[in-house]
């Protein structure tokens, strides 16, 4: 079994503090991936990795960075958090067929 | 534009009662579709994969359709439980291997 495991369920920071969330997996993906979910907007693709230290933008990648220092590791930084980066952030890897594997989510709140 | 759109946007049945949940799409050119399940506070889990040549497929009570010609979906939970309270997610592949995820339905089973 697929396992995609991100460092913390909830999270809260202040506005300005820099952030850091954490995605592990276990089945040598190559591809990983970095979503922040929102009702009515459905997933959106902040940034994604097809191999360590290569990382691509994805739709919304203002005010985020990645850093894919390993290849079972894929960080997501927010520099300097602010109010509307409050969100569920998934983390997701790419396997066979192209299917991707999710984390459990953080769901992240900036206050 | 690519585009993913779910209906109903909630919905709400009683434990034993079937359903069925519609995506259309107007993504192009077109890989695959996949339906997830999303749990509160969890990751989307795959359901089902459709390609191009397939109509029916089915996963336990869960069974996709796909009209490749009209570009829809719909996915219909037969005898439906409690514990299939959750969102579900519509996600078109496209041939260049871009997603395009749909705002999901969000079902709620009552006893």
């Known amino acids: 079994d697929v396992k995609v495991t991100q460092s913390s369920r909830y999270l809260v920071k202040r506005t300005g503090e820099k952030v850091f969330l954490e995605c592990v997996q276990d089945?040598?993906?190559?591809?990983m991936f970095w979503y922040r979910q929102d009702p009515g907007l459905g997933l959106r693709l902040i940034y994604f990795?097809?191999?360590?230290?290569?990382?691509e933008k994805g739709d919304i990648p203002e005010g985020y960075s990645v850093s894919r220092e390993k290849k079972e590791r894929f960080s997501l930084i927010l520099e300097s958090a602010s109010t509307n980066q409050t969100s569920m952030y998934l983390c997701?890897?790419?396997?066979?067929?192209?299917?991707?594997?999710f984390g459990p989510g953080t769901r992240l709140t900036v206050t | 534009k690519n585009q993913v759109e779910q209906s109903p946007q909630s919905l709400i049945i009683l434990e034993g009662k079937n359903c069925t949940l519609q995506?259309?799409?107007?993504?192009?050119?077109?890989?695959?579709l996949r339906w997830y399940k999303q749990d509160t506070g969890r990751g989307p889990v795959s359901l089902t994969i459709m390609t191009f040549s397939e109509n029916t497929k089915s996963n336990g009570r869960y069974t996709a359709t796909l009209d490749a010609d009209t570009k829809q979906s719909s996915l219909h939970i037969t005898a439906s439980q409690l514990s299939d309270s959750a969102s579900y997610i519509c996600?078109?592949?496209?041939?260049?291997?871009?997603?395009?995820f749909g705002t999901g339905t969000r079902l709620t089973v009552i006893p």
């Open positions: 996600v078109v592949r496209t041939g260049a291997n871009n997603l395009f």
């Open positions: 997701a890897t790419k396997g066979q067929i192209y299917e991707q594997y």
């Open positions: 089945m040598d993906h190559e591809n």
């Open positions: 990795s097809y191999d360590v230290k290569m990382k």
């Open positions: 995506c259309n799409y107007t993504v192009s050119p077109f890989s695959n």
